[in-house]
């Protein structure tokens, strides 16, 4: 099935969905210059990304290399200080290779604040020149990524807006298309059933791996993830809570284990591990949404189903972020901000079947062109933060 | 066919969800039966859709999220007093996992 015509065709064969240049800063003394430069374009497609440590981190370069040269970016814009120890020529280069566009400005080679600005708008302009006549192809179901989140969850998430998403995730899959889910910390208790539904026992076995690596990561940062409101909520169990999560995960079975920027090799549902390897180093997995949808993006997502009870506002640079609300008193309050109302299901309006459905084809439209809310309100919200992965290994992923 | 308050997320679950909140002494529709609820139950809580034996998976999602520390009849509020999980530590799943799985 061909989901559009009209998508980016990029020097590498992959398709994006939106054609964006973005502004990287490489450190967070170079922020403020390229969130400057890319104010007055934000409208146009222009989008700021950036990491902010000064210390060197290989996830950090890789996540960056994999965010600059997304199927949905055009074109590149390096904002460095000039003494953060991050191999701009390096991300440069990799960005080139993928026959994108790509300056970089050093802040203190460039005369400082005032001129880099002037420079990185002027560049902005060529580099949108450059990048608007991009050639166009069809997008194939089997190239279409998405990917799953929830955030501010409250006690409708679990039985709409989540299994909701589970119902678009198998279509989806079934459709030949690319589902990642993620949040192992959340699936404490799914192991057994997840590790069943893995295409191979090895598999199987690695997805119970990432999920008590998950565990004990928590057990260190003193964070349990069952509390008494959970009970007074009406959940009894371990698993019932994280099942809750899982149902955005759907039915299919699983066809492979992600870490950060490993892009799908075939269509199927995959699992990303977004929990470090090794011992405890740099804090909390994920400091906020952000952080991980930055990772699913970087996985390769064209498009983010994002899950909210309570109401979380948040979209992402590079790709567009879809929200299904959960509680329809939520929508109701909030409707600027929800692309679907899951919550409806609640009021008899709907069920799991007919909002699986709404949340599929606003995947396809918005694949299409059409703009989700927290897009059209051009939240470009972006975090990334230091951690270490090993590589995954040859049982993660299906062979093609 | 169920009551328009109750929530089944998969047709093989023994549980239904309340979508909005019972007050004590609601009626609701349970397989035809009609059912006192004896407490106040918030959104989210679980009424058992048929009675369950002692032992039996409790099924919601179609997943099971434990098992009935004793029998549940249906309509009854399955909870912590009448359910338990059976969530096992990883290490120990993975080990069971294994030798539960023929080559």
Known sequence: MIITEHAYLRSDGRKGIRNHLVVAYLVECAHHVAREIVYPYRESGVELIGFGGCYPNAYAAKMMQQLCTHPNVGGVLLLSLGCESFKRTELA?????????????????????????????????????????????????REFIVGTICGGSDATSGITANPGVGRAFDRLVREGASAIFEETSELIGCEAIMAERAVTPELGALLGTAVAKAAAYHRVLGHGSFATGNAEGGLTTQEEKSMGAYAKSGASRISGLLKPGDVPPAGGLYLLDVVPDGEVRFGFPNINDNAEIAELIACGSHVILFTTGRGSVVGSAISPVIKVCANPETYRRMSDDMDVDAGKILEGRGTLDSVGGEIFDLSLAVARGEKSKSEALMHQEFVLTYKTFEPIGPSCLPRV | MSDSKLLRLDPLDNVLVTIQTLEAGDRVIIEGRQITVPQRLTLGHKLAARDIRTGEKILKYHMPIGSATRDITAGEHVHVHNMKSDYIDTVEMLARHSLGRSP
Do not use: H
């Not at chain 1, 080679?109 to 069809?138: C, H, N």
């Open chain 1, 93 to 141: 280069d990799a960005v080139a290779a993928s026959g994108r566009p790509v300056e970089t400005l050093v802040i203190q080679q460039s005369g400082g604040t005032r001129k880099t600005i002037e420079q990185g708008r002027a560049l902005v302009q060529q580099l949108l020149a450059r990048i608007a006549d991009v050639p166009r192809a069809p997008l194939e179901m």
